[in-house]
């Protein structure tokens, strides 16, 4: 197996996983039981969108860094990349005050500056192990927000 193939079934194995998260969370999403009508305003905290848009966002600039990936355009990586960088030191990116999700969140922004910085540097095989990093870090952190929230709900 030569290193472009190896590099093109990263990327498929890493879409699909992407594919998965959204479509999970969507799921996730629909079964969650209504909330009384005062809890239906939109929360906001990165100032200008309500969670659901900015986790939108979120995927936009993810999506961004696979398709410069599989294109070969390290401008459309590194972009991406400093999307998600500035994202995450918003106010809206702090969902819990926790040690363990703010050590997720930090490495989190230090992955995305390396990988904004291969990138920049063009150097496509460092950007795309850095994007499987900061994917993992997304999926790791995600996690753990869930049963964060699990473990609220059952102590109320």
């Not at 290193?3 to 990327?11: H, K, L, N, V």
């Not at 961004?64 to 990586?77: F, K, N, P």
């Amino acid at each position: 197996m030569n290193r472009g193939s190896t590099f093109a079934g990263g990327m498929v194995v890493l879409a699909a996983l992407l594919v998965a998260g959204w479509t999970a969370s969507r799921a996730e999403d629909k079964a969650q039981p209504a909330e009384k009508k005062d809890d239906q305003r939109p929360q906001t905290g990165r100032d200008d969108l309500p969670l659901r848009d900015y986790m939108r966002k979120k995927l936009e600039a993810s999506n961004q860094i696979l398709e410069g990936l599989c294109t070969e355009d390290s401008a459309l990586v590194a972009e991406g990349a400093r999307t998600l960088n500035e994202m995450s030191d918003s106010e809206r990116w702090r969902v819990s005050n926790d040690p363990m999700y703010r050590q997720f969140s930090g490495d989190f922004r230090q992955i995305t500056q390396q990988l904004a910085e291969a990138a920049e540097k063009k150097n496509l095989d460092r950007a795309a192990l850095k994007w499987m990093d900061a994917t993992m870090s997304c999926i790791d952190c995600h996690s753990f927000v869930r049963g964060i929230r699990i473990a609220d709900s059952t102590s109320k």
